[in-house]
T-cell receptor
Framework: QSVLTQPPSVSGAPGQRVTISCTGG?????????VHWYQQLPGRAPKLLIY???NRPSGVPDRFSGSKSGTSASLAITGLQTEDEATYYC????????????FGGGTRLTVL | QLQLQESGPGLVKPSETLSLICTVS??????????WGWIRQPPGKGLEWIGS???????SYNPSLRSRVTMSVDTSKNQFSLNLGSVAAADTSVYYC???????????????WGQGTLATVTS
């Protein structure tokens, strides 16, 4: 069980906007400068989607955006497309754990 | 462009050691801006950090796996490796090697991933 809580699943119709939450606490998101997000398409390796709370690597559409406030973070996807169907993971740092960070449990996005 | 490729046996017997190698191409493993990590994903489940290592050999491990994990780096071959001892069925996972950007504040983002390799623990 991850220290970062994400909803197991979300869904939306093409063109709609969806958000995925990542909830932590004072020892992780609340103490961390950044949250990163990854997209994992079915059968593929994860890919960096958002870094440093709200920065997109080259090639990631501006339909994807992130935010962080207090002990939570969110990923928003606007203009939903069928190819967005994937599992999304947040990543933060936890002061009670050594190592490079912790992942959320993942949220599976279904495009209806 | 940078590529990472995992290699190793797909089947491991219980109580034995799982050994994997990650070969880095298209870039040097000796950059001080990056470290090199392993992440695993049990079938149908989420991601779990195993640990990371710098090119100087300084390693950091997931506390839950620390007693069984050893990582090493071979700069002459542009490779780094993972040894996970005393494996059990619960260690059956896809194992990913990855590059972490460490020039900023933690958490360190993973900007490149290998394609992953499935390691199955079975007798």
């Amino acid at each position: 069980q991850s220290v970062l809580t994400q909803p197991p699943s979300v869904s939306g119709a093409p063109g709609q906007r969806v958000t995925i939450s990542c909830t932590g606490g004072n020892s992780n998101i609340g103490a961390s400068s950044y949250v990163h997000w990854y997209q994992q398409l079915p059968g593929r390796a994860p890919k960096l989607l958002i870094y440093g709370n709200n920065n997109r690597p080259s090639g990631v559409p501006d339909r994807f955006s992130g935010s962080k406030s207090g002990t939570s973070a969110s990923l928003a996807i606007t203009g939903l497309q069928t190819e967005d169907e994937a599992t999304y993971y947040c990543q933060s740092y936890d002061t009670s754990l050594s190592g490079p960070g912790v992942f959320g449990g993942g949220t599976r996005l279904t495009v209806l | 462009q940078l590529q990472l490729q995992e290699s190793g046996p797909g089947l491991v017997k219980p109580s034995e050691t799982l050994s994997l190698i990650c070969t880095v191409s298209g870039g040097s493993i000796t950059s001080s801006s990056y470290s090199w990590g392993w992440i695993r994903q049990p079938p149908g489940k989420g991601l779990e950090w195993i640990g990371s290592i710098s090119y100087t050999g300084s390693a950091s491990y997931n506390p839950s796996l620390r007693s069984r994990v050893t990582m090493s780096v071979d700069t002459s071959k542009n490779q780094f490796s993972l040894n996970l001892g005393s494996v059990a069925a619960a260690d059956t996972s896809v194992y990913y090697c990855a590059r972490l950007y460490i020039a900023g504040l933690p958490p360190y983002m993973i900007d490149h991933w290998g394609q992953g390799t499935l390691a199955t623990v079975t007798s």
